[in-house]
């Protein structure tokens, strides 16, 4: 971890297609550490969901990482592991690719939000 990120807090981390990760890190996001570890991936083509889970994986064990976010179509490839990981930091927030369209009801984090703000069924 850089001095720079020590100093501002924790660093955003992205599971993505090229395109997400060409995007994200045009934003600023991107670092590499001492060790030469990035904070994203880019999947591709022939990347397998054993390689995303280590990476996911790997970045939810990261000190420096706050937010994860990752497409959802890889999320899915790794969805149990998605849905195993319950902790506040690092927060996991899935987000839609050119690949497939945003679905709602695969989410994680808003079925876990929809489940503590439903009220519960009154039965009369």
Do not use: W
């Amino acid at each position: 971890m850089s001095m720079h990120t020590e100093e501002l807090g924790r660093l955003l981390a992205v599971i993505g297609d090229e395109d997400t990760c060409v995007g994200f890190l045009l934003g600023g996001i991107g670092e590499v550490d001492e060790d030469r570890e990035t904070n994203f991936m880019v999947v591709e083509r022939d990347t397998t969901s054993d390689q995303i889970e280590e990476c996911f994986k790997k970045f939810l064990r990261r000190p420096d990482i706050g937010i994860i976010l990752i497409n959802q179509v890889y999320a899915d490839m790794i969805r149990p592991t998605v849905d195993a990981h319950h902790l506040a930091m690092p927060t996991v927030l899935e987000i839609p690719s050119k690949q497939r369209a945003y679905d709602v009801s695969r989410d994680s984090i808003l079925k876990r939000a929809q489940s503590v703000i439903s009220p519960p069924k009154r039965h009369y």
